[in-house]
């Protein structure tokens, strides 16, 4: 078997390639589908499936482009409502790739059109079985049952389905069985993965906390609790999935935009540079959401589908970045970019303050944008909890005349916020650089007490 997980740090998504003689299979792939036609070549095989374990709903698949160039067919599960031509699967339903046997499992909890796979090799039969599990089972966690409330279902009835998924099939399994989940840690399809991209079932047994032993009522309590905030763009990219979603090379290219052009944009201005270049000089009104962090998954999570863009940036090679990765998440709508070497219209500045440096006074504001079990494991003194993904439904828990010092982990996610509380008129913003790991490591006073105002 020719064998390769393709790892997306980004949208933490992994797609699979499993080859055999001369024919292929792609479970779940990603938006742009190049690395797999790649990897078809260099191993002389033909892609003859692409398998969705389910509806994506964190990231627009490439399974339609994909079936386009190479003539496979697109697999999913009996349920799935699909638009274009698919091959409909079933619980124990087999295909087969060269000596590679794919066995079909349904397993709805996360959603109803779920499949799992379990990939055996006739001349290999001394080694494990591989199961891609999708989003029903990830390393350290399960997915979440509460994203599809408007299809019909409520969370308590599809974390049921979850539980049964789990308990009757897939882990009936031997326990050297091989798991390959769709996501990994930092994913919001779930609350707490690991940082693990592969496992086995007896570890997972071992460690999964939603593997231990409990009634199926006790079961669906604690998968539905604590999970975060649904991103706004998930239903659309699920329904996008569905529907088919149009090739990477058709959508239009954004075009250089001048000056005046930017500062007078209708719509939003993404600079995607770093913290430190954003606070030094940026176009006003812009927001900040670096590349080099889950820049995919933040966009989504604050610009609309549909919202026209400008990318504001430091090469034509980031704003090529930037088009691709918003794409993945179906932001389509980049109409122009600048480059900030040849900006010369107004810009603002948002103070960048060291942790050794930062002074919070009686009159000023200071609060951390990570989330709530981040917060709660040790924050720096006097910081109260506002999450990110929450910030502007609580923006009025915070006074806009009084200077306000943001801190998450890094200095990264604090950025943006300072962009979104610049954006709604308070008046000194300042970011705490290297954020709560630089005031650790200064051995700067430390709580865990919870000073949380979110909602």
């Known amino acids: 078997m020719n064998f390769k997980q393709f790892y997306l740090g980004c949208l933490a998504h992994a797609s699979y390639y499993i080859g055999s003689e001369n024919e292929a299979a792609i479970v779940d792939p990603q938006r742009d589908v190049q690395q797999y036609l790649d990897e078809a070549q260099a191993n002389g095989q033909t892609i003859k499936y692409i398998i969705e374990t389910h509806s994506h709903a964190d990231f627009v698949s490439g399974h339609v482009e994909l079936a386009a160039k ?25 295909l087969s790739v060269g000596s590679v046997e794919l066995k079909f499992m349904e397993t709805p909890g996360h959603t109803p059109e779920s499949i799992t796979i379990v990939a055996t090799d006739s001349n290999d039969a001394d080694s494990p079985a591989k199961m891609f599990t999708g989003d029903t089972l990830f390393c350290g966690d399960v997915g979440r049952p509460d994203l599809i409330g408007s299809k019909g279902f409520t969370s308590e009835q599809m974390g049921g389905m979850l539980y049964d998924s789990l308990r009757e099939k897939i882990l009936k399994y031997p326990e050297e069985t091989e798991v390959y989940p769709a996501h990994g840690a930092g994913s ?20 999964n906390y939603a593997l231990k032993p409990m009634s199926k009522d006790e079961f669906i309590k604690i998968v539905a609790s604590d999970q975060p905030q649904v991103p706004a763009y998930f239903p659309k990219s699920a329904e996008r999935n569905l529907a088919g979603p149009a090739s990477i090379e058709d959508l239009p290219k954004p075009k250089e935009l001048s000056s005046d052009e930017v500062s007078n944009f209708d719509g939003i201005v993404l600079d995607v540079r ?22 995919a998954t933040w966009a989504g999570t604050f610009i609309p589908v549909g919202t026209p863009l400008a990318i504001a940036a430091n090469t034509n090679e980031q704003v090529d970045e930037a088009f691709m990765r918003l794409a993945r998440v179906g932001l389509e709508t980049v109409s122009g970019f600048v480059l900030m070497s040849e900006y010369d219209g107004d810009v603002n500045s948002i103070e960048q303050t060291a942790v050794t440096d930062l002074r919070t006074e009686t009159d000023s504001q200071f609060v951390d944008v990570r989330q709530p079990g981040e917060y709660g494991a040790g924050h720096a003194h006097g910081a109260i909890n506002l999450p990110l993904n929450t910030l502007a439904k609580n923006i009025d828990k915070l006074d806009p ?46 709580d865990e007490e919870q000073l949380s105002c979110s909602a």
Do not use: M
């Open 188 to 207: 919001l399809c779930g609350k707490s993965l690991s940082s693990e991209t592969w496992s086995t079932l007896g570890a997972q047994k071992a460690t």
């Open 274 to 295: 770093t913290a430190a270049e954003f606070g030094a000089g940026h176009v006003p009104n812009a927001i900040n959401i670096g590349l080099s962090g889950k820049f």
């Open 70 to 94: 190479t003539g496979a067919q697109i697999v999913y599960g009996q349920r799935a409502e699909t638009a274009f031509p698919t091959l409909k699967v079933a619980d124990g339903d087999r």
């Open 401 to 446: 005349t009084k200077p306000t010092f943001v801190i998450c982990q890094s200095g990264y996610r604090s950025s943006l916020a300072t962009s979104l509380l610049e954006n709604a008129g308070f008046k000194s913003v300042c970011n705490v650089a290297g954020g709560t790991s630089a005031w650790i490591a200064a051995d700067l006073p430390t």
